[in-house]
């Protein structure tokens, strides 16, 4: 009973956010973050944010994932194509992704690239330090940025 008002309060959120989901998505969704409804509402924000217009299977998971990111970080060096592609994904909203770098980044590189685990420690300050950047910036996404390309040199150094 109380499951079933989760299911309908979030089908009311995603129809009032113009967000499609089958009952089948926001049945399993519900469950994996049930009773957390913070949790819920954060991950539909973060959804809305993004402007996505169809919430599915496999978002549900993570709602918020910023392997892409990552990858970024660790491949080969381009500029402008990194640049481009960050401001078409991020530009309207990069504080979800801040802190998926900061919690997730130290252990994607362990488990991913321990060729990297050297360059762990600087990354992780380089991540305090734009973070705590955010607090007093007007523009989040030059921080993000900032932040995208610093580690990058750092992995590449």
Known sequence: AIMEGYRNRVKGILKALNINATDEVIAEFVKRNYPDMRTIVKKLQQIYSRGDKEFTADMIGNAYDCVDVFNIIVSEA????????????????????????????????????????????????????????????????????????????????
């Open 78 to 157: 381009k500029p402008w194509d990194n640049y481009s592609y960050l401001a078409s994904k991020y530009a309207n909203g990069v504080d979800d992704c801040m802190i998926k770098i900061a919690s997730d980044f130290a252990p994607w590189i362990h488990q991913t690239y321990p060729q990297f685990e050297n360059k762990i420690p600087n990354c992780i300050i380089e991540i305090a330090q734009h973070m705590d950047m955010l607090k007093n910036t007007i523009d989040k996404f030059v921080v993000f940025l900032s932040l995208v390309f610093k580690l990058q040199q750092i992995i590449r150094s």
